[in-house]
């Protein structure tokens, strides 16, 4: 069984610039969320895909989004990158929504 | 809203010290509580949760609906329990699969020797 994996680790931007995340569920997960982490606070909550559909979302402007694949592997887009988007994503996977969400180790987004 | 509340951004105590690490939350309905745990270069994982009511690692945490609190608590820290801790919650769906964890800004336990 595998666990949560999140490509790239490290990535650097330029403000206005695209980027896209990605991550792999853990074998058997239907369930991906991700959140944004910026230095010195909690995970803040981004949306969730449950079966390959946006199943809650956020406080996050529409630049965010994502998709979720047939295989429940998923990815996290975000247009016109701005300064204030320097975070660590993290996934997290877990069989239907209110299961034990597990985490990946995160992609560090630097954006100059 | 839900909101999550760790009062303490550090935390310092001695081996064999008793800890308690506060948590406090708002949600007007019914709310999971966990606590999750990131040691230093490790993902973040979780360490336990309110309905299972259950010890892990030596760490217990009870649900106080009426003082919205969800405190950690271990009676003798180890060094090896040094790491960030964050309390989350999450909204009772009802079945919708719908996850969403709200977390405080954590707490981070150093254990001296």
């Known amino acids: 069984e595998t666990g949560v994996t999140q490509s790239p680790t490290h990535l650097i931007k330029t403000r206005g610039q695209q980027v896209t995340l990605r991550c792999s569920s853990q074998s058997g997960h239907n369930t991906v969320s991700w959140y944004q982490q910026a230095l010195g606070q909690g995970p803040q909550f981004i949306f969730q895909?449950?079966?390959?559909?946006?199943?809650g979302r956020g406080n996050f402007p529409p630049r965010f989004s994502g998709l979720q694949f047939p295989n429940y592997s998923s990815e996290l887009n975000v247009n016109a990158l701005e300064l204030d988007d320097s975070a660590l994503y993290l996934c997290?996977?877990?069989?239907?929504?209110?299961?034990?969400?597990?985490f990946g180790q995160g992609t560090r987004l630097t954006v100059v | 809203a839900q909101r999550v509340t760790q009062p303490e951004k550090l935390l310092s105590v001695f081996k064999g010290a008793p800890v308690e690490l506060k948590c406090n939350y708002s949600?007007?309905?019914?709310?999971?509580l966990f606590w999750y745990v990131q040691y230093s270069r490790q993902r973040l994982q979780l360490l336990l949760r309110?309905?299972s009511r259950e010890s892990i690692k030596g760490f217990t945490a009870d649900l106080n609906k009426g003082e919205t609190s969800f405190h950690l608590k271990k009676p003798f820290a180890q060094e090896e329990d040094s790491a960030m801790y964050y309390c989350a919650l999450r909204a009772n769906a009802g079945g919708t699969s719908y996850g969403k964890l709200t977390f405080g800004q954590g707490t981070i336990l150093t254990v001296h020797p």
């Open positions: 949600y007007s309905g019914s709310p999971e």
């Open positions: 997290a996977s877990s069989l239907e929504g209110e299961g034990e969400a597990f």
């Open positions: 309110h309905i």
């Open positions: 895909y449950y079966r390959e559909e946006e199943n």
